[in-house]
């Protein structure tokens, strides 16, 4: 009897972790990514889903090529597609595929709505309002300021940006400039800025906690500690500079990024503290949303967390909700994973998940993302000479890639943006395409073990403009 054939649909890193992590079980016989990079093919049992030698990604062709092949199962990544409703659209069309209806994701479609819905059955979040006029924004962070010296603000985007629609501000010069950047020019996010979420900045620690759940049962998945800051807090010249070229008047602040990095298991998340976050945001979540909306929440979610300190307690809140699996975060939890991907999907399916345990290895993994970063020298655009600051900004691609072919053989190199193309020569080269473009995973007995075995790796590779953090795992209580 062959093996079941799994359609992935994602086009980054974490689409390369979750292609991998189906190829591991031994039900599965191929395993489809869509639109995928370079490196969806560069996996044992994957290869990326072509119609007429071009990879497939509008969901009405995807659905023809789920037919086509006959494909048992869909497991989709991104929450654009979720967004866009192809689940509804699979399951529509008698396909079985993993993953929240359009419904539901709204959960991070709209960070305005859900910080609503979640105080109203009661989760805990910051002191928040939203905003669809700019004015009336700034005059509420000025307000806010005034009356609360101490505290700060922090201004979300309301839909999709992602991963980099929230901006952490340290005065009310900076609350003001983010709203109007955001909202009016230069619409740092487009139209995910209509409307925006100003939350009190909370002090504590943040966490990202990360479930499963088939609509009736929710199971804690392993976590991992990221890193959304895109320099270190010792850059303090690259930080003012990339700053400087972005436009930003606040010099010393350090973006946030879709993620740098970060390692797995996490240093800090005890069972006393996931049973926490269970029994008060995990599961009313889920219910809370049956309840109020009619509609079943299924698949993966994770939610971002503050843990503040409340007269001696830990008390989780709320900073957002995503309807996936994070990146990078996928790319050190999932090659943790024993249980069988397959088997995990189809109790999801199934609605039967409270007959998995799920299992973990005790192997630490640590993730290190190279990313486009300001080219050596400027490249020119047109006739001009631009000077780009990287990413999270305007940053350059089509840069080529070298230095693969030396990684060891055990490392896990996932793809977040690459492509294969040809150099002047005619030979195939491959190239970058995006922001984020590799993550880097080292497996070991320890966090020191994995972390040193990442970095003597990523180190093999190079393209103009690489860039990565440094600190990823050297000192675990100060990752941001």
């Known amino acids: 009897m062959s093996g079941a054939k799994v359609l992935v649909v994602d086009a980054g890193g974490r689409g390369n972790a979750i292609a991998h992590a189906f190829a591991r079980s031994p039900l599965v016989e191929r395993v489809y990514v869509a639109p995928g990079n370079a490196g969806s093919s560069m996996m044992a049992k994957c290869e990326i889903a072509l119609s007429r030698g071009t990879p497939i990604k509008e969901i009405p062709n995807l659905v023809s090529f789920a037919r086509a092949e006959g494909i048992d199962l869909t497991f989709v990544g991104p929450e654009g597609y979720l967004s866009d409703g192809i689940v509804n659209v699979f399951s529509k069309e008698g396909l079985e595929i993993v993953g929240p209806q359009r419904e539901a994701t709204i959960l991070e479609g709209s960070k305005c709505d859900t910080k609503d819905f979640l105080r109203a059955i009661g989760v805990p979040i910051p002191r928040h309002q939203n905003f669809s006029n700019p004015d009336e924004a700034k005059e509420y962070a000025s307000a806010f300021y005034r009356d609360n010296p101490k505290k700060n603000l922090v201004v979300k985007a309301d839909g999709l940006a992602a991963g980099k629609g929230s901006i952490v501000c340290s005065s009310r010069e900076e609350a003001v400039s983010t709203i109007e950047r955001i909202m009016v020019e230069p619409k740092l996010f ?62 010393e602040n350090n973006p946030n990024t879709g993620g740098m990095g970060g390692y797995s298991p996490h240093p800090w998340l005890d069972s006393d503290l996931t049973d926490r976050i269970m029994e008060t945001i995990a599961v009313p979540t889920i219910k809370g949303f049956k309840e109020v909306t009619g509609f079943e929440y299924s698949g993966m979610i994770y939610f971002g967390l503050m843990i503040c300190e409340e007269g001696g307690e830990k008390v989780p809140k709320v900073l957002e909700i995503n309807v996936r699996l994070g990146d990078p975060e996928a790319e050190v939890i999932l090659p943790r994973l024993e249980t069988d991907m397959y088997l995990l999907s189809r109790a999801i399916l199934d609605g039967e998940l409270d007959t998995i345990d799920l299992k973990w290895s005790s192997e630490a993994c640590v993730g290190v993302c190279a990313i486009s970063g300001r080219v050596v020298k400027p490249v020119t655009s047109g006739a001009v000479e631009e000077e780009r600051p990287g990413y999270p900004g305007p940053h350059y691609t089509n840069m080529p890639i070298r230095g693969l072919d030396k990684v060891d053989p055990d490392v896990l190199v996932y793809h977040n943006g690459t492509a294969f193309g040809t150099d002047a020569a005619g030979n195939e080269q491959l190239y970058t395409t995006g922001g984020r473009v590799l993550t880097v995973v080292g497996r070991g007995a320890s966090l020191a073990e994995a972390r040193e075995k990442t970095y003597r790796n990523v180190r093999k590779i190079r393209f103009n403009g690489i860039r990565y953090r440094k600190d990823i795992g050297l000192f675990p209580e100060l990752a941001k």
């Open 190 to 251: 487009g139209d995910a800025g209509r409307r925006v979420d100003i939350e009190e900045r909370l002090a504590g620690r943040e966490l990202m906690f990360f479930a499963v759940t088939d609509g009736r049962t929710v199971l804690p998945l392993e976590s991992a500690m990221d890193y959304k800051r895109a320099f270190s807090p010792d850059e303090g010249v690259a930080i003012r500079l990339f700053n400087k070229l972005s436009g930003n008047p606040n010099l």
